[in-house]
């Protein structure tokens, strides 16, 4: 089992929709959750970051960590065509170096249609 | 402030030869990791440098080395390439060792034949 689980989309809507992106992982233990947004021949680029359970919001971005069931999500509210990426969820695990702490999920590309 | 710079854009190169990336932190940061980004896939951590030493290592063979220079700047070289290594290259910078807030630069897209 892949430690973090992400679903690789594609994923199309409309403009103006609310976007949900998901991640599962498998360690409770694991403790620091963010987002990434990629676009096409570019690095990836923080969005977002939250250590506890609950929601955190950043403008029309709300990232979601539910704990008790090892799921963290991403919402993003009236999408606009700029939004259209791929986003990638990254964790950290505890007990290693900090080198090696920050593992990506596979990515979510996501179109947003005008 | 200058953001984190890669070179080169893109490269092609045969089965067996060997390929050196670069990567220049952004200004203030001296801890550098790269990353391996497969198609349709999320980066994978190959290893960091932080103050010119190794700093952890991920799941790549010895093949894949780096070295981290004293403006902070670094290299990664790969030798005998494999049609697998054709991948996104991306290297990432952070101030110390906090990679929950590192910064990628655009990437060096490796073409292995």
């Known amino acids: 089992q892949k430690e973090v689980e992400q679903d690789p989309g594609p994923l199309s809507v409309p403009e103006g929709a609310i976007v949900s992106l998901n991640c599962t992982y498998s360690n409770s233990a694991f403790q620091y959750f963010m987002w990434y947004r990629q676009y096409s021949r570019k690095g990836p680029e923080l969005l977002m970051y939250t250590y506890s359970s609950g929601n955190k919001e950043d403008g029309r971005f709300t990232a979601q960590v539910d704990k008790s069931s090892k799921y963290i999500s991403l919402f993003i509210r009236d999408s606009q065509p700029s939004d259209s990426a791929t986003y990638l969820c990254?964790?950290?695990?505890?007990?290693?170096?900090?080198?090696?702490?920050?593992?990506f999920g596979s990515g979510t590309r996501l179109s947003i249609r005008p | 402030e200058t953001g984190v710079t890669q070179s080169p854009t893109h490269l092609i190169k045969t089965r067996g030869q060997q390929v050196t990336l670069r990567c220049s932190s952004q200004?203030?940061?001296?801890?550098v990791s790269w990353y391996q980004q497969a198609l349709g896939q999320g980066p994978q951590f190959i290893f960091q440098y932080y103050r010119e030493e190794e700093n952890g290592r991920g799941n790549f063979p010895p093949r894949f080395s780096g070295l981290q220079f004293p403006n902070y700047s670094s290299e990664l070289n790969v030798n005998a390439l494999e049609l697998d290594d054709s991948a996104l290259y991306l290297c990432?910078?952070?101030?110390?060792?906090?990679?929950?807030?590192?910064?990628f630069g655009p990437g060096t897209r490796l073409l292995v034949l």
């Open positions: 990254a964790i950290r695990r505890p007990g290693y170096s900090s080198a090696s702490k920050i593992i």
């Open positions: 200004s203030g940061h001296n801890t």
């Open positions: 990432a910078s952070s101030s110390e060792q906090g990679q929950e807030t590192q910064y």
